[in-house]
């Protein structure tokens, strides 16, 4: 089973403060597919640092608002 990336984020809470706003319209107005945004706010991927920008924008907040670092858990 591959690992999860270490990076948290706040993709869904945001996107319901920001009038519900669905994952295919994020996906449009950062310029990729509905698929990769499920993936990216499940943790599942890592966005490129060009996405990642786009993503704070959209919701007007900085990086570390939107993506957090994640201390390896022990296993």
């Known amino acids: ?4 990336p ?6 869904r809470e945001l996107r ?3 009038g519900n ?3 295919a319209a994020l996906a449009e107005a950062i ?3 509905r698929q990769t945004v499920i993936a990216i ?3 599942r991927y890592s966005p490129s640092l ?3 920008f786009r993503i704070s924008r959209v919701f007007g907040v900085g990086l570390e ?3 957090s670092w994640l201390e390896p858990q022990d296993s």
């Open 16 to 18: 319901e403060q920001h």
């Open 65 to 67: 608002d939107v993506f």
């Open 21 to 23: 706003l669905s994952q």
């Open 41 to 43: 706010e499940q943790g």
């Open 1 to 4: 089973m591959a690992k999860r």
């Open 6 to 11: 270490p990076i948290g984020n706040r993709i």
């Open 31 to 33: 310029g990729v597919t």
């Open 50 to 52: 060009e996405s990642a």
